[in-house]
Structure formats: structure tokens, C-alpha cells
């Protein structure tokens, strides 16, 4: 049996990367890349010159059980994703799945990951706290949102700059505009920001200037009489 190594990149600074990251991708029969031309600057950038593979939420089902033969074959993979740990908003569960299933040793390590620093940063409670990555655009993100109104831990969220603004409106709508929020935009990058306070003073700090980067919202649970998040 091979082995598949899950291996978190930069999100932002390339100085981010582990040794031990470097290490597998150098010495794995096959990397796992979820865009080739993103990971390739990368690869290129620490003179990693392994074999690159495409594979992406559009190809993994017909890409994973050719993969999961390779390791069963005694194959080192490893699966990298454009930036942050795999299978955290990322493709990544179903290649895991399929190989823990047949009984191949999966190890990720540790590193890179957007919500951790945003979270840790937001001056929110992080003792406790539910990780809902991105909102159904369309379908189901009423349901959702409405699930989360009685939510007492600190709720972690991703979203794209050209919804940031309707997306913490409708926090307003459902969570009450004086909730307090962290949006964090370019984590690890030159431009990191984070905007507290309330859903109102961060909305209309946002309509006066227009969001630019990825985004990871954190917001307060629900205040009750043992929970009492701080102001921030």
C-alpha cells in the first residue's frame, strides 16, 4: 500500500510553507493539484519538479478510483489544493473518503488554513465555534441562515468580495444589526485587513469601501446570560 499525504499551501505569503511540506511534494510519485497553473508557480517557485496531476471537484469522481489503484500499486500521492488545506472548502473529502475506505494510510499535515488566523485575530470567543464555510448562493441559504439564530458559538464564514456586502446584510436580517462581526480579507497577503464591530458599523464601513479580496467572516453567537461575547 502507498500513502496519501494531504498537504496544506500558502494562502497568501509564500514563506508560509513547511519544510516538511517541500519535503513530500519532493519526494511524492504524483502531486494532486487542483488547478496546475496555480500550483505550478508554486512548485516552481521551491524547485519542485514532480509529476503534476489535475484534480478538481469538476474531475474527482472520474479521476479517484485511477488514484486510488496507484496507491493501492504503492504509490506516494500527495494533494495539494490553489491555497489552504485540502477538503476545507476545497476538493479533497471524496479522494479521502475513497482511500481510507480501502485501507490506505492517509496523513495531512499541518499548516495553512484561512479561517484559523481570522478567527484567532477577530477578538471573538475561539474556545468553542462552527465552521460554516460558504452559503448556499441560491437554494437552501434561508434555511440555513434562519438555522443559525439560535447559534451560541462563534460562526466562521467564507465568501467572495462581490457578496460580502449582501452577505452581512442578511446576517442584519437574521442575526440583529448589532451582532458583532470580524471580516478578515487577504489573510497572510500585503494587504490583510480585518474590520470589527457591529453588522451595521462594518456594513456601512463597506458601502463606503468597496470589498476587494477573498473573505472570511466571523461572527458572535447568540448572546445568552453564560455566553456573553466581548465587544469588540
Known amino acids: 500500500m502507498g500513502l496519501l499525504y494531504i498537504v496544506p499551501t500558502p494562502v497568501g505569503n509564500m514563506e508560509d510553507m513547511t519544510f516538511r511540506a517541500v519535503r513530500i511534494l519532493k519526494e511524492a510519485d504524483l502531486v494532486l493539484a487542483e488547478d496546475t497553473r496555480t500550483s505550478g508557480i508554486l512548485l516552481k517557485h521551491f524547485e519542485i519538479k514532480n509529476q503534476l496531476m489535475s484534480h478538481h471537484k469538476f474531475n474527482e469522481h472520474g479521476t479517484t478510483s485511477g488514484i486510488v489503484e496507484r496507491l493501492k500499486a504503492g504509490a506516494t500521492v500527495a494533494l495539494i489544493s490553489d491555497a489552504g488545506t485540502p477538503g476545507i472548502s ?21 499548516g495553512a488554513t484561512a479561517f484559523v488566523p481570522a478567527i484567532v485575530s477577530s ?12 452559503l448556499p448562493q441560491k437554494k437552501g441559504r434561508a434555511t440555513r441562515l434562519e438555522s443559525l439564530k439560535e447559534e451560541t458559538r462563534t460562526m466562521i464564514f467564507y465568501e ?8 452581512l446584510q442578511q446576517f442584519a436580517e437574521y442575526f440583529g444589526e448589532d451582532r458583532q462581526v ?11 485587513e480585518s474590520v470589527r464591530g457591529t453588522l451595521a458599523e462594518v456594513i456601512a464601513h463597506f458601502k463606503e469601501t468597496a470589498p476587494r479580496g477573498e473573505f472570511v467572516i466571523v461572527v458572535a453567537g447568540k448572546e445568552t446570560k453564560e455566553h456573553k461575547p466581548n465587544k469588540l
Do not use: M, W
Request: some cysteine; proline content about 8%; aromatic content about 12%.
Open 90 to 110: 476545497d476538493p479533497g473529502f471524496f479522494l479521502i473518503r475513497e482511500a481510507v475506505n480501502s485501507g490506505i494510510t492517509v496523513q495531512c499535515l499541518p
Open 182 to 192: 470580524s471580516a478578515c480579507r487577504e489573510i497572510s497577503k500585503i494587504h490583510e
Open 123 to 134: 477578538g471573538l470567543p475561539c474556545d468553542r465555534f462552527c465552521f460554516e464555510g460558504f
Open 160 to 167: 467572495s468580495p462581490y457578496r460580502v456586502l449582501k452577505t
